[in-house]
């Protein structure tokens, strides 16, 4: 199994317990938790994507 | 220092009440700061996402990434204490997941060589053998480093979570009264 299937656990609790520690209220907290799970899978998947890319054509 | 809360209406924000009872708490078991001051759902949720974290990166390392190793360098006790954790600065973020890190400790204050285990937890977080790392990390493909990892940033995440017991979260919502509106509405407050 790819150790890539191990990431969702890491974002998810990453984003929840930050978020939580933001703010009291859980629509802020679900709100700010999905922002930043959305940016770090990007963020993720932007680094995945370069280093397969310089790998496949350099 | 505490921290000051600001707000730009007529009515200041009360300073925030260290609670240093709850950041002990929080600090033994994620979540039970919280728990005690009544934030109970919050509480349980730092207690379930940090443990999850915490177990799920010692499982994916065999049971086998968290710990201190007694390298057997240094003249004093103190000086000995500080090249081990130099050797093995991963257990400093470890540490802050508070009881579940122990057993680490435990092993390391009685660590025998001559002894495969240690006394009352068995080989429970005892530091393996140069031989079985080299083997952990040649033959697991890459899941014990990604384990320690996980365990790290498990304490890492508790130290935010300690901070909220202590200060309560980093923006605040007040009831403030609005003389022009019969309600008092919410307001955030930025420390």
Redesign the interface.
Known sequence: MS?YW?LP??I???S???S???????S?IFREAFRWGLRMSLFLFGIGFALYALSSLV | MPPTAVNSGPTPIPPVKLDFLAGLLSYLIPGLGQIKQG?V??GL??FV??Y??FF?GWN?GQRKNVFLIDARDGSSPLARFGNDLYHRPHFVGQFFIGIAAWPAIWQYINFDEKKDEGPALGRMMRAPSSDEINRLQREE???WD?GWV?TV??GV?NI??I??AIA??????VMVKDESTPSPKKETATI
């Open positions: 150790i191990h656990i890491l998810i609790v990453v929840i317990v930050y939580a520690t933001r703010f009291d209220n859980w802020m | 934030r759902a919050k949720v730092f996402a940090l999850a974290l799920y994916l493909s890459k899941t990604l996980y940033i498990a995440l935010l979570v901070y909220d309560g979260p980093a923006f605040r919502e």
